[in-house]
């Protein structure tokens, strides 16, 4: 089976999607797995949460393409993303109430060069030792490129709220990974 692309998603699939069709469904599901499934493991510490909210995403999807207002593939990526991100938060917050203990993440970084594999641990190290708001936030403003005022609204904090998380994970980040002296 090949590999459908974000591209094999156009304006004709998301129309059919909107209308509930099966096959198109699919293509959106298989477009968009990958970068639902990466988000989801950079925000939840294990990979078995990444994958509960790889199907919460999923599932919300297909129950609410109907109400997806946009045609355009680009516009279909940021609300995938954002209901994930979404998802994602919603379980951090379960998991906060919870007494669970931390396992330890078993997700590594693909695509490294051998020189970059101690920096991109240290880092991985780094980020786990945040929690779980501090790093969702982190993820979600350094990495997705989501504005404050987009963070604020997905975690119904203040704009204020997410500018101070980030400023403080920034500095445990500098500190964890020897670099205060730099910054």
């Known amino acids: 089976m090949t590999e459908i692309t974000l591209a094999a998603v156009d304006e004709l699939a998301i129309r059919r999607a909107k209308k509930g069709d099966i096959?198109?469904?699919?293509?959106?599901?298989?477009?968009?797995?990958?970068?639902?499934?990466?988000?989801?493991?950079?925000?939840?510490?294990?990979?078995?949460?990444?994958?509960?909210?790889?199907?919460?995403?999923?599932?919300?999807v297909c129950k609410s393409m109907h109400k997806f207002r946009g045609t355009a593939p680009g516009m279909l990526t940021a609300w995938i993303k954002r209901v994930a991100a979404s998802k994602a938060l919603i379980r951090i917050r379960h998991e906060k109430y919870r007494d669970v203990e931390e396992l330890d993440e078993d997700g590594g970084w693909a695509g490294t060069q051998d020189g970059d594999v101690g920096l991109r641990m240290d880092l991985e190290t780094a980020l786990s030792?945040?929690?779980?708001?501090?790093?969702?936030?982190?993820?979600?403003?350094?990495?997705?490129?989501?504005?404050?005022?987009?963070?604020?609204?997905?975690?119904?904090?203040?704009?204020?709220?997410?500018?101070?998380?980030?400023?403080?994970?920034?500095?445990?980040?500098?500190?964890?990974?020897?670099?205060?002296?730099?910054?």
């Open 23 to 60: 096959e198109a469904l699919e293509r959106v599901y298989r477009a968009y797995v990958s970068t639902v499934y990466s988000l989801a493991r950079r925000m939840c510490r294990t990979a078995e949460e990444a994958e509960e909210v790889l199907q919460e995403t999923f599932l919300e």
């Open 129 to 183: 030792q945040l929690s779980d708001t501090s790093r969702a936030v982190v993820w979600l403003h350094d990495v997705e490129g989501y504005t404050h005022e987009e963070i604020a609204e997905l975690m119904g904090k203040t704009v204020s709220f997410s500018k101070s998380q980030l400023s403080r994970a920034h500095a445990r980040l500098r500190t964890a990974l020897g670099e205060e002296a730099r910054c």
